[in-house]
């Protein structure tokens, strides 16, 4: 197809493409005279790839360039091309290091009692750490109970994100999976979070009717 | 305590405190003098409570007011207190409504499997199938299995929730709790699943070793 026809499958603008062309992270379409190229599925496919990094992961186009990088070399294995996208995507936030001592036991315990095995280059942990000093500081830190209860839900979320993982086809399918499915899968689990905060706090908080409390 | 105690024990400035007096979310202190009026304990305690609902739940002052109006409200139980309280930070994308039938479908059936019950009032369910149509439409929509293990962990999620909500003392508390753990808390729980991801996939999609491959 021209690059009019791959604009019109894809949604892209022919401008946005032709900026893709020219920082390579399009590959170029095989030339069929001095000011026209066909391209083809494989085009199409990838430019899907990019739109998700641009606009779901919201990541510049050398961090894009990178992950592209690891998808298109067949000897970075699939969990160093996840880790390279989703460490991609894993923003700090900034930390002042005041009071980090306790919460760092808290977290090690939690990732401990939680079997996990967390890369010490791994962003996450630090955001981690972030939030539960700010909720010390608030004095709302949650209890070992509560803290074991979200890890235990991360780590049910983990599992559903690795069912998609290994339904995807190939290695850019997986990439886009683990990118949308985390990027997009943060609002969505929120949003389901909401929903079963307000089926348990009616079932725990909610006064029971005057009708079931005289036993009708 | 005078106002430039409370200003220092809460880490409030002074012109913030006189805001909040002259909008009516915190009561008048005590007046000494015409020109002094004293602060105690619930001064302070409910300051805390407005920077949670300001700072972390970025809410505006009309809002901030209704949630106070529920926690002073003796006639408002806990359940519909903390309803006011996550409504209000319980943000909703905008939903062009197209491509919503079959989305609704898929929304309703986790709903049912997981025995949520959620008022036609509430915001989340709008807020997830916007996320579920943008992963359809970007062709990443995820299968009935992931769908269900992110319900089970946001129901997990919400268990720790309801502890941390109950552990609460008084009203105030249960607000400031909900408030902090539900902002703060998505924050947490997507770092959390970041590492439990990097887990997960370090053993299910990384090779083998060479030597353990040898038998070593």
Known sequence: MRVSELSR???????TIKFYLREGLLP??????PNQARYDERHLRRLRLIRALVEVGSLPIAVVKDVLAAVDDP???LHRMLGTTLYAVTGVPEDD???A???DDELDELVTAMGWSVSPRAPAPAGARTVLMRMRELGTMPSRETLHAWGEAADRAAQGDMLAVQRAGDRASVVETALVGTVLGDT???ALRRMAQESHS????????PAARSGG
Not at 9 to 15: D, E, H, L, N, Y
Not at 28 to 33: A, K, L, P, W
Not at 202 to 207: G, N, S
């Open 202 to 209: 009616a079932q725990l908080l909610r006064p029971e009717p």
């Open 28 to 33: 170029r379409g095989e030339t069929t005279s």
């Open 101 to 103: 001592g306790k919460t």
């Open 75 to 77: 000897g970075t294995d």
């Open 9 to 15: 499958a894809s949604g892209v603008p022919v401008a």
């Open 188 to 190: 969505l689990l929120a």
């Open 97 to 99: 290091g005041a009071g």
